[in-house]
Protein backbone atom coordinates (compact mmCIF):
# COMPACT_ATOMS: atom_id res chain seq x y z
CA UNK A 1 0.00 0.00 0.00
CA UNK A 2 1.32 3.44 -1.19
CA UNK A 3 0.42 7.08 0.32
CA UNK A 4 0.07 9.96 -1.88
CA UNK A 5 -0.26 13.50 -0.68
CA UNK A 6 -3.69 15.37 -0.50
CA UNK A 7 -1.68 18.00 -2.65
CA UNK A 8 -1.28 16.24 -5.66
CA UNK A 9 2.35 15.14 -5.29
CA UNK A 10 3.55 12.76 -7.26
CA UNK A 11 5.78 11.17 -5.19
CA UNK A 12 4.33 8.30 -3.46
CA UNK A 13 5.33 6.45 -0.50
CA UNK A 14 6.10 3.86 1.08
CA UNK A 15 3.76 3.37 4.89
CA UNK A 16 6.91 3.73 6.93
CA UNK A 17 8.16 6.46 4.58
CA UNK A 18 4.72 8.23 5.48
CA UNK A 19 4.85 8.06 8.91
CA UNK A 20 8.38 8.97 9.17
CA UNK A 21 8.27 12.30 6.84
CA UNK A 22 4.76 13.06 8.93
CA UNK A 23 3.60 15.87 6.38
CA UNK A 24 4.61 15.42 2.27
CA UNK A 25 7.30 17.76 0.88
CA UNK A 26 4.17 19.76 -0.99
CA UNK A 27 2.73 20.65 2.42
CA UNK A 28 -0.11 17.84 1.84
CA UNK A 29 -1.02 15.09 4.08
CA UNK A 30 -1.10 11.43 3.07
CA UNK A 31 -4.12 9.42 2.59
CA UNK A 32 -3.68 5.73 1.52
CA UNK A 33 -3.77 5.29 -1.92
CA UNK A 34 -6.55 3.28 -1.82
CA UNK A 35 -8.71 2.66 0.77
CA UNK A 36 -8.56 -1.25 1.63
CA UNK A 37 -11.36 -3.39 1.83
CA UNK A 38 -11.92 -4.75 5.09
CA UNK A 39 -10.01 -7.63 5.67
CA UNK A 40 -12.81 -10.10 7.30
CA UNK A 41 -16.53 -10.72 7.35
CA UNK A 42 -18.12 -8.90 10.88
CA UNK A 43 -19.61 -11.85 11.91
CA UNK A 44 -16.47 -13.74 11.85
CA UNK A 45 -15.00 -11.42 14.23
CA UNK A 46 -17.69 -12.00 17.00
CA UNK A 47 -15.61 -12.67 20.17
CA UNK A 48 -12.36 -11.41 18.68
CA UNK A 49 -9.74 -8.94 21.18
CA UNK A 50 -10.12 -5.35 20.10
CA UNK A 51 -5.94 -6.49 20.18
CA UNK A 52 -6.80 -9.46 17.21
CA UNK A 53 -9.11 -6.54 15.51
CA UNK A 54 -6.57 -3.66 15.68
CA UNK A 55 -4.24 -6.01 14.10
CA UNK A 56 -6.14 -6.75 10.90
CA UNK A 57 -7.20 -3.61 10.32
CA UNK A 58 -3.86 -1.96 10.77
CA UNK A 59 -2.07 -4.86 8.96
CA UNK A 60 -4.94 -3.48 5.97
CA UNK A 61 -3.23 -0.39 5.70
CA UNK A 62 0.25 -1.01 6.58
CA UNK A 63 1.48 -4.16 4.72
CA UNK A 64 4.69 -3.15 4.58
CA UNK A 65 5.19 -4.40 8.31
CA UNK A 66 5.21 -7.97 8.61
CA UNK A 67 2.57 -9.82 10.72
CA UNK A 68 6.04 -10.01 13.10
CA UNK A 69 6.45 -6.42 13.43
CA UNK A 70 2.81 -5.69 13.20
CA UNK A 71 2.28 -7.62 16.30
CA UNK A 72 5.28 -6.63 18.03
CA UNK A 73 3.52 -2.37 18.16
CA UNK A 74 0.24 -3.59 19.13
CA UNK A 75 1.34 -6.06 21.82
CA UNK A 76 3.52 -3.21 23.14
CA UNK A 77 0.85 -0.70 22.90
CA UNK A 78 -2.45 -2.46 24.22
CA UNK A 79 -0.90 -3.74 27.02
CA UNK A 80 -1.86 -3.10 30.68
CA UNK A 81 -1.59 0.38 30.47
CA UNK A 82 -5.14 0.36 29.43
CA UNK A 83 -7.32 -0.53 32.82
CA UNK A 84 -10.13 -2.15 30.84
CA UNK A 85 -10.35 -5.74 30.10
CA UNK A 86 -10.63 -5.63 26.52
CA UNK A 87 -8.67 -1.74 25.59
CA UNK A 88 -11.72 -0.36 25.15
CA UNK A 89 -15.51 -0.33 26.80
CA UNK A 90 -18.51 0.27 24.87
CA UNK A 91 -21.62 1.28 27.17
CA UNK A 92 -25.24 1.89 26.77
CA UNK A 93 -26.55 4.56 28.33
CA UNK A 94 -29.33 7.21 27.66
CA UNK A 95 -30.40 5.71 24.44
CA UNK A 96 -26.52 5.33 22.85
CA UNK A 97 -23.84 3.18 22.65
CA UNK A 98 -20.80 4.84 23.88
CA UNK A 99 -17.40 3.96 22.91
CA UNK A 100 -15.13 4.91 26.05
CA UNK A 101 -11.76 5.68 24.67
CA UNK A 102 -10.25 6.93 27.80
CA UNK A 103 -8.96 4.08 29.06
CA UNK A 104 -5.37 4.74 28.59
CA UNK A 105 -2.37 6.34 30.89
CA UNK A 106 -3.41 9.62 30.44
CA UNK A 107 -6.84 9.15 30.12
CA UNK A 108 -8.24 10.86 26.87
CA UNK A 109 -8.83 8.87 23.31
CA UNK A 110 -5.39 10.26 21.95
CA UNK A 111 -3.98 7.45 23.67
CA UNK A 112 -5.18 5.00 21.36
CA UNK A 113 -3.47 6.22 18.73
CA UNK A 114 -0.22 7.90 20.20
CA UNK A 115 0.80 4.87 22.47
CA UNK A 116 1.21 3.20 19.16
CA UNK A 117 3.07 5.50 17.23
CA UNK A 118 6.44 5.34 18.98
CA UNK A 119 6.41 1.67 18.09
CA UNK A 120 5.56 2.33 14.19
CA UNK A 121 8.46 5.17 14.15
CA UNK A 122 10.54 2.98 15.80
CA UNK A 123 9.86 -0.36 13.43
CA UNK A 124 9.86 2.30 10.43
CA UNK A 125 13.25 3.64 11.15
CA UNK A 126 14.64 0.14 11.29
CA UNK A 127 12.79 -0.36 8.18
CA UNK A 128 13.78 2.50 6.32
CA UNK A 129 17.20 2.36 7.68
CA UNK A 130 17.11 5.88 9.37
CA UNK A 131 19.69 6.33 12.05
CA UNK A 132 18.92 10.35 12.47
CA UNK A 133 17.40 11.33 15.91
CA UNK A 134 13.36 11.77 15.32
CA UNK A 135 12.32 15.13 17.24
CA UNK A 136 8.42 14.58 16.91
CA UNK A 137 6.45 17.98 17.67
CA UNK A 138 3.62 18.31 18.40
CA UNK A 139 0.93 21.12 18.77
CA UNK A 140 -1.97 20.62 21.08
CA UNK A 141 -4.92 21.24 22.40
CA UNK A 142 -4.41 19.61 25.81
CA UNK A 143 -4.45 15.55 25.14
CA UNK A 144 -2.51 14.62 22.47
CA UNK A 145 0.24 16.35 24.27
CA UNK A 146 0.30 14.42 27.52
CA UNK A 147 -0.19 11.53 25.25
CA UNK A 148 2.34 11.88 22.72
CA UNK A 149 4.86 12.98 25.65
CA UNK A 150 3.74 9.53 27.93
CA UNK A 151 4.44 7.41 24.19
CA UNK A 152 7.84 8.40 23.45
CA UNK A 153 9.20 9.65 26.89
CA UNK A 154 12.46 8.01 26.85
CA UNK A 155 11.99 6.12 23.33
CA UNK A 156 15.55 5.95 22.01
CA UNK A 157 16.46 7.61 18.96
CA UNK A 158 13.72 10.17 19.72
CA UNK A 159 13.39 13.69 21.31
CA UNK A 160 9.45 15.31 22.00
CA UNK A 161 8.83 18.55 21.87
CA UNK A 162 5.31 19.63 22.64
CA UNK A 163 3.64 23.85 22.17
CA UNK A 164 0.08 24.02 24.73
CA UNK A 165 -1.67 27.42 24.64
CA UNK A 166 -0.98 29.02 27.78
CA UNK A 167 -4.35 29.17 29.31
CA UNK A 168 -6.21 26.90 26.41
CA UNK A 169 -6.16 23.79 28.31
CA UNK A 170 -7.36 22.59 31.92
CA UNK A 171 -6.39 22.94 35.20
CA UNK A 172 -5.57 18.97 34.89
CA UNK A 173 -4.17 18.94 31.19
CA UNK A 174 -1.60 21.43 32.18
CA UNK A 175 0.08 20.04 35.42
CA UNK A 176 -0.03 16.25 33.40
CA UNK A 177 2.16 17.98 30.73
CA UNK A 178 4.35 20.08 32.63
CA UNK A 179 5.14 17.15 35.18
CA UNK A 180 6.36 14.22 32.05
CA UNK A 181 9.22 13.09 33.54
CA UNK A 182 12.06 11.90 30.68
CA UNK A 183 15.45 13.04 29.64
CA UNK A 184 14.13 13.70 25.71
CA UNK A 185 10.73 15.32 26.24
CA UNK A 186 10.15 19.32 26.22
CA UNK A 187 7.33 21.43 26.67
CA UNK A 188 6.43 24.75 26.21
CA UNK A 189 3.75 27.08 26.59
CA UNK A 190 3.09 29.32 24.48
CA UNK A 191 1.06 32.75 23.93
CA UNK A 192 -1.43 31.90 21.65
CA UNK A 193 -4.35 29.45 21.26
CA UNK A 194 -4.16 26.18 19.48
CA UNK A 195 -4.24 27.24 16.31
CA UNK A 196 -1.09 29.65 16.59
CA UNK A 197 0.70 26.42 18.27
CA UNK A 198 -0.65 24.55 15.18
CA UNK A 199 0.57 27.13 12.30
CA UNK A 200 3.85 27.21 14.39
CA UNK A 201 4.07 23.55 14.14
CA UNK A 202 2.94 23.81 10.36
CA UNK A 203 5.73 26.67 9.44
CA UNK A 204 9.09 24.83 11.24
CA UNK A 205 8.12 21.59 9.20
CA UNK A 206 7.75 23.74 5.83
CA UNK A 207 11.02 25.85 6.49
CA UNK A 208 13.56 23.94 4.67
CA UNK A 209 16.75 25.52 5.93
CA UNK A 210 15.97 24.57 9.51
CA UNK A 211 15.44 20.89 8.29
CA UNK A 212 18.44 21.28 6.29
CA UNK A 213 20.50 22.94 9.83
CA UNK A 214 18.81 19.96 11.84
CA UNK A 215 20.00 17.32 9.06
CA UNK A 216 23.85 18.84 9.81
CA UNK A 217 23.09 17.47 13.36
CA UNK A 218 21.80 14.31 12.41
CA UNK A 219 18.40 15.15 13.49
CA UNK A 220 14.46 14.72 11.83
CA UNK A 221 11.33 16.15 12.12
CA UNK A 222 7.99 14.47 12.40
CA UNK A 223 4.64 15.07 13.56
CA UNK A 224 2.34 13.20 16.38
CA UNK A 225 -0.55 15.50 15.26
CA UNK A 226 -3.19 14.05 13.24
CA UNK A 227 -1.70 14.92 10.30
CA UNK A 228 0.45 12.04 10.72
CA UNK A 229 -1.31 8.89 9.30
CA UNK A 230 0.25 6.87 12.17
CA UNK A 231 -2.59 8.56 13.99
CA UNK A 232 -5.07 8.15 12.20
CA UNK A 233 -4.77 4.60 10.89
CA UNK A 234 -4.88 2.78 14.47
CA UNK A 235 -7.93 5.11 14.89
CA UNK A 236 -9.92 2.78 12.24
CA UNK A 237 -9.79 0.05 14.42
CA UNK A 238 -11.90 0.81 17.30
CA UNK A 239 -14.88 2.24 14.96
CA UNK A 240 -14.71 -0.90 12.99
CA UNK A 241 -14.43 -2.59 16.99
CA UNK A 242 -17.61 -0.91 17.92
CA UNK A 243 -19.69 -2.57 14.65
CA UNK A 244 -18.34 -6.10 15.53
CA UNK A 245 -19.59 -5.88 19.14
CA UNK A 246 -22.95 -4.31 18.27
CA UNK A 247 -23.61 -7.02 15.93
CA UNK A 248 -21.96 -9.55 18.49
CA UNK A 249 -24.43 -8.49 21.26
CA UNK A 250 -27.47 -8.60 18.67
CA UNK A 251 -28.13 -4.51 18.62
CA UNK A 252 -27.95 -4.39 15.16
CA UNK A 253 -27.91 -6.71 12.45
CA UNK A 254 -25.24 -7.46 10.21
CA UNK A 255 -25.13 -4.84 7.34
CA UNK A 256 -27.38 -2.91 8.87
CA UNK A 257 -26.08 0.99 9.38
CA UNK A 258 -25.14 2.41 12.68
CA UNK A 259 -24.91 6.20 13.24
CA UNK A 260 -21.58 7.68 14.45
CA UNK A 261 -20.71 10.50 16.76
CA UNK A 262 -17.87 12.31 17.50
CA UNK A 263 -17.04 15.17 19.19
CA UNK A 264 -15.04 16.84 17.05
CA UNK A 265 -11.92 19.28 16.48
CA UNK A 266 -8.97 18.54 14.26
CA UNK A 267 -11.20 16.39 12.22
CA UNK A 268 -8.78 13.25 12.90
CA UNK A 269 -11.49 10.97 14.78
CA UNK A 270 -14.25 11.78 12.62
CA UNK A 271 -12.03 10.75 9.72
CA UNK A 272 -10.84 7.55 10.57
CA UNK A 273 -14.50 6.47 11.22
CA UNK A 274 -15.04 7.60 7.44
CA UNK A 275 -11.85 6.05 6.56
CA UNK A 276 -14.07 2.52 8.75
CA UNK A 277 -16.74 3.18 5.86
CA UNK A 278 -14.86 3.51 3.34
CA UNK A 279 -14.05 0.04 4.29
CA UNK A 280 -17.00 -1.37 4.51
CA UNK A 281 -18.23 -0.86 8.01
CA UNK A 282 -22.19 0.34 7.45
CA UNK A 283 -22.06 3.81 8.57
CA UNK A 284 -25.61 6.16 8.20
CA UNK A 285 -24.55 9.27 9.31
CA UNK A 286 -21.44 10.76 10.60
CA UNK A 287 -22.50 13.38 13.27
CA UNK A 288 -19.85 15.95 14.32
CA UNK A 289 -20.41 18.08 17.31
CA UNK A 290 -18.21 21.22 17.79
CA UNK A 291 -18.77 23.64 20.86
CA UNK A 292 -18.92 27.38 19.87
CA UNK A 293 -15.49 26.95 17.83
CA UNK A 294 -18.66 25.94 15.61
CA UNK A 295 -16.74 26.45 11.97
CA UNK A 296 -17.58 22.83 11.18
CA UNK A 297 -21.20 23.08 12.02
CA UNK A 298 -21.82 25.81 9.45
CA UNK A 299 -19.13 24.29 7.15
CA UNK A 300 -21.29 20.82 6.62
CA UNK A 301 -24.20 22.74 6.75
CA UNK A 302 -23.56 25.35 3.78
CA UNK A 303 -20.30 24.10 2.79
CA UNK A 304 -18.75 27.88 3.00
CA UNK A 305 -15.32 27.36 5.64
CA UNK A 306 -14.93 30.67 6.99
CA UNK A 307 -12.63 31.61 9.75
CA UNK A 308 -12.23 35.16 8.68
CA UNK A 309 -12.03 37.83 12.04
CA UNK A 310 -14.72 39.31 11.53
CA UNK A 311 -17.54 36.53 10.80
CA UNK A 312 -15.91 34.59 13.90
CA UNK A 313 -14.10 34.57 17.16
CA UNK A 314 -11.93 31.81 18.58
CA UNK A 315 -13.67 31.00 22.06
CA UNK A 316 -11.94 29.48 24.78
CA UNK A 317 -14.87 26.93 26.28
CA UNK A 318 -14.76 24.34 28.76
CA UNK A 319 -13.97 21.42 26.42
CA UNK A 320 -10.82 22.84 25.24
CA UNK A 321 -9.37 19.96 23.20
CA UNK A 322 -12.12 21.38 20.66
CA UNK A 323 -10.99 24.70 20.90
CA UNK A 324 -10.09 24.43 17.15
CA UNK A 325 -11.07 27.11 13.82
CA UNK A 326 -9.03 25.29 11.68
CA UNK A 327 -9.09 21.60 11.38
CA UNK A 328 -6.25 20.23 9.81
CA UNK A 329 -8.06 16.71 8.52
CA UNK A 330 -10.63 18.28 6.75
CA UNK A 331 -8.22 18.65 3.62
CA UNK A 332 -7.89 14.49 4.02
CA UNK A 333 -11.88 14.38 3.13
CA UNK A 334 -11.81 16.78 0.71
CA UNK A 335 -9.74 14.99 -1.34
CA UNK A 336 -11.33 11.75 -1.21
CA UNK A 337 -14.92 13.79 -2.11
CA UNK A 338 -13.36 15.56 -4.81
CA UNK A 339 -12.28 12.57 -6.59
CA UNK A 340 -8.68 12.63 -5.07
CA UNK A 341 -8.47 15.88 -6.86
CA UNK A 342 -4.72 17.05 -5.39
CA UNK A 343 -5.14 20.72 -7.43
CA UNK A 344 -8.27 21.37 -6.18
CA UNK A 345 -7.65 21.00 -2.62
CA UNK A 346 -4.27 23.21 -3.30
CA UNK A 347 -6.66 25.43 -4.15
CA UNK A 348 -8.79 25.32 -0.85
CA UNK A 349 -6.23 25.15 0.97
CA UNK A 350 -4.07 28.23 -0.61
CA UNK A 351 -7.96 30.47 -0.15
CA UNK A 352 -8.36 29.44 2.91
CA UNK A 353 -4.30 30.91 3.53
CA UNK A 354 -4.81 34.24 1.82
CA UNK A 355 -8.65 34.69 2.00
CA UNK A 356 -9.79 32.60 5.72
CA UNK A 357 -12.55 31.68 3.65
CA UNK A 358 -13.01 29.15 0.66
CA UNK A 359 -16.68 27.13 -0.76
CA UNK A 360 -16.30 23.65 -2.05
CA UNK A 361 -17.78 22.96 -5.11
CA UNK A 362 -21.29 21.56 -5.46
CA UNK A 363 -19.91 17.94 -5.84
CA UNK A 364 -18.42 17.90 -3.02
CA UNK A 365 -21.09 19.65 -1.02
CA UNK A 366 -23.77 17.02 -1.98
CA UNK A 367 -21.15 14.32 -0.64
CA UNK A 368 -21.07 15.83 2.19
CA UNK A 369 -24.08 14.86 2.86
CA UNK A 370 -23.74 12.27 5.11
CA UNK A 371 -22.20 14.50 7.94
CA UNK A 372 -24.56 15.73 10.18
CA UNK A 373 -23.44 19.25 12.23
CA UNK A 374 -24.06 20.50 15.55
CA UNK A 375 -22.87 22.43 17.91
CA UNK A 376 -23.33 23.03 21.86
CA UNK A 377 -23.05 25.97 23.97
CA UNK A 378 -21.31 25.92 27.16
CA UNK A 379 -24.06 25.86 29.18
CA UNK A 380 -25.53 23.06 26.84
CA UNK A 381 -22.88 20.86 27.93
CA UNK A 382 -23.16 21.33 31.32
CA UNK A 383 -26.58 20.82 31.46
CA UNK A 384 -26.44 17.59 29.65
CA UNK A 385 -23.95 15.97 32.07
CA UNK A 386 -25.71 17.09 35.18
CA UNK A 387 -29.09 15.26 33.49
CA UNK A 388 -27.43 12.81 32.01
CA UNK A 389 -25.39 11.50 35.97
CA UNK A 390 -29.00 12.25 37.73
CA UNK A 391 -30.73 10.45 35.80
CA UNK A 392 -29.32 7.45 34.08
CA UNK A 393 -25.93 7.76 36.75
CA UNK A 394 -23.63 7.58 33.46
CA UNK A 395 -20.67 10.08 33.78
CA UNK A 396 -19.39 12.05 30.91
CA UNK A 397 -16.49 14.54 30.35
CA UNK A 398 -16.97 18.03 28.65
CA UNK A 399 -16.13 16.77 25.33
CA UNK A 400 -18.83 13.61 25.39
CA UNK A 401 -21.60 16.10 26.48
CA UNK A 402 -21.15 18.02 23.11
CA UNK A 403 -21.84 14.89 21.21
CA UNK A 404 -24.49 13.70 22.90
CA UNK A 405 -26.16 16.84 23.06
CA UNK A 406 -25.98 16.81 19.25
CA UNK A 407 -26.77 13.76 18.98
CA UNK A 408 -30.10 14.55 20.78
CA UNK A 409 -30.36 17.58 18.67
CA UNK A 410 -29.79 14.99 15.22
CA UNK A 411 -33.02 12.84 16.85
CA UNK A 412 -34.71 15.54 17.60
CA UNK A 413 -34.09 17.14 13.75
CA UNK A 414 -34.53 14.22 12.01
CA UNK A 415 -36.83 11.91 13.95
CA UNK A 416 -34.09 8.95 13.39
CA UNK A 417 -34.19 7.32 17.31
CA UNK A 418 -33.61 3.65 15.74
CA UNK A 419 -30.14 3.91 14.13
CA UNK A 420 -27.78 2.14 16.56
CA UNK A 421 -25.62 4.92 17.78
CA UNK A 422 -21.80 4.84 18.91
CA UNK A 423 -20.83 7.97 20.63
CA UNK A 424 -17.15 8.32 20.77
CA UNK A 425 -16.23 9.15 24.83
CA UNK A 426 -13.02 10.66 24.12
CA UNK A 427 -12.27 11.43 27.93
CA UNK A 428 -12.38 10.83 31.58
CA UNK A 429 -14.92 13.30 33.22
CA UNK A 430 -11.44 13.82 35.49
CA UNK A 431 -10.10 15.64 33.21
CA UNK A 432 -11.99 19.04 33.17
CA UNK A 433 -13.07 18.06 36.95
CA UNK A 434 -14.19 21.60 37.31
CA UNK A 435 -16.35 22.03 34.71
CA UNK A 436 -17.94 18.62 35.78
CA UNK A 437 -18.32 19.09 39.08
CA UNK A 438 -20.02 22.26 38.49
CA UNK A 439 -22.45 20.36 36.07
CA UNK A 440 -23.08 17.73 39.00
CA UNK A 441 -24.01 20.81 41.52
CA UNK A 442 -20.33 20.03 43.42
CA UNK A 443 -17.98 22.92 44.67
CA UNK A 444 -17.14 25.25 44.45
CA UNK A 445 -13.83 24.56 45.98
CA UNK A 446 -10.14 26.22 46.37
CA UNK A 447 -7.90 24.43 43.59
CA UNK A 448 -8.38 22.79 40.43
CA UNK A 449 -7.47 19.51 42.02
CA UNK A 450 -9.77 19.56 45.12
CA UNK A 451 -12.34 19.28 42.47
CA UNK A 452 -10.69 15.76 41.39
CA UNK A 453 -10.98 14.47 44.91
CA UNK A 454 -14.68 16.59 45.73
CA UNK A 455 -15.65 14.61 42.25
CA UNK A 456 -13.97 10.96 43.28
CA UNK A 457 -16.38 11.71 46.59
CA UNK A 458 -19.23 12.25 45.32
CA UNK A 459 -19.42 9.56 42.59
CA UNK A 460 -17.55 6.95 43.71
CA UNK A 461 -16.50 6.79 40.15
CA UNK A 462 -12.28 5.74 40.76
CA UNK A 463 -9.89 8.14 39.86
CA UNK A 464 -7.59 7.12 36.60
CA UNK A 465 -3.98 6.18 37.68
CA UNK A 466 -2.51 8.97 35.22
CA UNK A 467 -4.34 11.84 37.17
CA UNK A 468 -3.95 10.65 41.06
CA UNK A 469 -1.55 13.13 42.91
CA UNK A 470 -0.85 14.70 40.08
CA UNK A 471 -0.55 18.26 42.29
CA UNK A 472 1.89 16.89 44.50
CA UNK A 473 4.24 16.00 41.38
CA UNK A 474 7.16 18.46 40.69
CA UNK A 475 6.96 20.66 37.77
CA UNK A 476 9.85 20.28 35.29
CA UNK A 477 9.05 22.13 32.69
CA UNK A 478 8.42 26.15 32.56
CA UNK A 479 8.96 27.64 29.46
CA UNK A 480 7.02 30.10 28.29
CA UNK A 481 7.65 31.63 24.38
CA UNK A 482 5.93 34.02 21.86
CA UNK A 483 3.92 31.87 19.04
CA UNK A 484 6.82 33.28 16.24
CA UNK A 485 9.46 32.09 18.99
CA UNK A 486 9.15 28.10 18.35
CA UNK A 487 11.59 27.87 15.80
CA UNK A 488 14.35 29.27 18.26
CA UNK A 489 12.78 26.64 21.26
CA UNK A 490 13.03 23.80 19.43
CA UNK A 491 16.32 24.34 17.79
CA UNK A 492 17.37 25.21 21.64
CA UNK A 493 15.84 22.23 23.16
CA UNK A 494 17.37 20.00 20.83
CA UNK A 495 20.97 21.54 22.33
C1 LIG B 1 -8.49 15.78 20.68
C2 LIG B 1 -9.80 15.68 21.35
C3 LIG B 1 -11.01 15.83 20.63
C4 LIG B 1 -11.03 16.17 19.17
O1 LIG B 1 -10.54 15.15 18.36
P1 LIG B 1 -10.05 15.46 16.86
O2 LIG B 1 -9.49 14.20 16.36
O3 LIG B 1 -9.04 16.55 16.97
O4 LIG B 1 -11.26 15.92 16.11
C5 LIG B 1 -12.20 15.63 21.31
N1 LIG B 1 -12.22 15.34 22.62
C6 LIG B 1 -11.09 15.21 23.35
C7 LIG B 1 -11.19 14.91 24.81
C8 LIG B 1 -9.84 15.37 22.73
O5 LIG B 1 -8.72 15.23 23.46
Known amino acids: MKYESTRGSKLKKTGPQAIIQGIAEDKGLYVPERIPALPFKVEDMAGKSYKEIAFKVMGAFFDDFTEEEMRHCIDGAYDSKFTVPDVVELKEAGGAHFLELYHGKTAAFKDMALSILPYLMTASCRKEGVTDKICILTATSGDTGKAALEGFADVPGTEIVVFYPTGGVSRVQERQMVTQEGANTHV ?254 IGPCNDGFEYVAELAAATGIEIPYGLRDLDKKTVLHEGIVDADKMMDAVSEALR
Open 188 to 441: FAIRGNFDDAQAGVKNIFNDDNFAAQLAARGVRLSSANSINIGRLVPQVAYYVYSYVKLVERGAIKAGKPMNVVVPTGNFGNILAAFFAREMGVPINKFICASNENKVLTDFIRTGIYDIRNNVREFYCTNSPSMDILISSNLERLLYLLSGRDGDAVCNLMEKLDNDRVYEVPAAVREALGVFYGGFASENETLDTIGKMWLNEGYMMDTHTAVAYKVYRDYVRETGDAETPTVIASTASAYKFAESVSAACG
